[in-house]
């Protein structure tokens, strides 16, 4: 077990940290000033929703630049009339990683490790070209498939419909992970008596725990974010993910934005705890599932 | 039934040739094992994109509406969805639209990820955080980032038009959203500001694979600056900047949630593209066959951009 760590590290750690802990980072303060400079405008448009948000209720004339007259009152708005639907997204979302993991991890691995010879190819090619497949021609289909089974308004449908981002994502990038897996330790534990299943559930899938953190954050996030499927595989108001909520907020005339933006705020939270919590992993996970394929 | 599962497991998916020694678990039985661990993924994509491709084509022969949700007929009609939906005036404008919008979509993104990606290589305090920073933007809803966008752009109370107030060589204020001339600026604008933290990631990891020995022994012959991106960064970049450009052409065709987030398609279908347009033949007017004819239109201009895109590229990297 020992030796998978390296790995482990070196997929999720990236190259950077290992490099600037051996040559220390030289001072060049025009270059942070400037790269804060950058940063901040392009992150203007969120201080901008949480300032929006912090804004006394019935503010629909200029917002100030700063909340200086702070109010919770969009969040009290926003908690009352969305808070629901917060909680459908957060089902569906949680439901959507459970299921694209059990669906994708099985599949990545055995890309990476069985001999398939050339169906490993034509599989991962058709993987990739689900990404060309627009969103809108799904739903179409989806929409009178859902309508025959009775899957509109259900979070069965969402969840299986919200993975379709997921899926594909989750496959490519553990797949390039578990490459990295030596065939010989899988191998041992073949030596000790497991099948094929004993060895991928507990040899393959503990060592592949961050890239199995990485995927299902980016699930969580596909399937939060998704608007498509909200807007056109639900019908009623009894099942509203957040997105949807928010569309229908920003779709009539709008005289007060700031409880809208206290929902997009909230929104939008998972995304922040995301990037606190596992930034490393999302940076790592970003350039490996994209590029290394 | 053995006899079943060695012919799925040898004839099926097996390639010729014998096991690897290790995978001595490789005969009839094992092979099935192993293949099942392949089945979901498989069937999960067939139903969600095979069968959503396959139903839109035939679909789009369809007179397929709300009546055919309750009788269960969809009568075929042959490409009558196709000439109604190119013979729709809104259609030149969409495909316009569509051109337009990604076009200037992948310039913006792409030169400016590229931008910041190169800078951000450049070894600085701070940078790691701000890199880290720079994704925040891409993990929003993009439904909430359209919403702050629209109060954003506001014509009357909009902190984008108050600010362009206090400069003193702008007469006016633009009516960003509300505008048949501006909105699809507008919407483009907001486009290209969600695509940047991906750009410039993807663009950033490319960077970090290029080895620092290179540009060492560059310098020695004095391709330093613009000459060293030139002559090394640039051509070693080439496999990434193929994937960035491809993956966003590919998206930015399909997007949806940014232009009805921020305009509907509207003013007067100014930000009407295939795509949207697509969404309100099925969905508001419940014409679903002439959606799937739109839908499919847009698959064939996603196709053909990919393949001709992917054509052009690996001529240029062989030779």
Known sequence: MSAAVPIARRAAGGDTAGRASRVPTPRRPGHTILGVIIIAVMLFPLYWMLNVSLQPAGNASATPWLPLDLSLDGYRTALAEQGGNLVTSLIISLGAVVFSLLIAAPAAYALAHFRFGKWVVVFLFAVLTTQMVPGIVVANALYSAYSDLGLLNTYVGLILADSAAGIPFSIILMRAFMMGIPASIVEAAYVDGAGPVRAFVSVVLPISRNALITSALFIFLFAWGDFLFALTLTTSESMRPITLGLYSYIGGFVSDWSPIMATAVLSSLPAIALLVLAQRYVAAGVTGGAVKS | ?319
């Open chain 2, 1 to 319: 039934m053995t006899s079943t599962e060695v012919r799925v497991g040898s004839g099926g998916l097996a390639p010729p040739g014998p096991a690897r020694p290790a995978r001595r678990r490789s005969s009839g039985r094992g092979r099935l094992v192993q293949v099942a661990f392949l089945i979901p993924a498989a069937v999960y994509l067939v139903l969600f994109f095979g069968y959503p491709v396959v139903k839109n084509i035939t679909m789009g022969f369809q007179e397929y509406t709300t009546r055919t949700f309750y009788t269960g007929e969809a009568p075929w009609v042959g490409f009558a969805n196709y000439v109604t939906a190119v013979t729709d005036p809104v259609f030149d404008r969409a495909l316009l639209n569509t051109g337009l919008f990604t076009v200037g979509s992948i310039l913006g993104q792409f030169t400016i990820g590229l931008a910041i990606a190169l800078f951000f290589h450049r070894r600085f305090h701070l940078s790691g955080v701000l890199r880290s920073l720079l994704l925040l933007p891409w993990l929003v809803p993009m439904i909430a980032a359209s919403a702050v966008w629209r109060w954003i752009l506001d014509t009357d109370h909009g902190v984008l038009n108050r600010t362009l107030d206090l400069l003193p060589f702008l007469d006016g204020r633009p009516a960003w959203l509300t505008s048949t001339t501006l909105a699809l600026v507008a919407v483009i604008i907001v486009n290209i500001w969600l695509g940047i933290p991906f750009n410039a990631t993807i663009l950033y990891g490319g960077l970090q694979e290029i080895p620092e020995e290179l540009y060492e022994a560059g310098s020695l012959d004095g391709a330093t600056g613009a000459r060293a991106f030139r002559h090394i960064t640039w051509p070693l970049l080439r496999g990434v900047v193929t994937v960035v450009l491809v993956l966003g052409v590919v998206y930015t065709l399909k997007v949806l949630d940014v232009i009805l987030g921020l305009t509907n398609g509207g003013p007067a279908n100014a930000t009407q593209t295939i795509s949207t347009f697509s969404y309100h033949m099925s969905f508001r007017e419940f014409d679903f066959g002439v959606g799937a004819a739109l839908g499919n239109i847009l698959v064939l201009i996603s196709l053909v951009f990919a393949i001709v895109y992917l054509r052009l590229n690996r001529r240029a990297i062989d030779e």
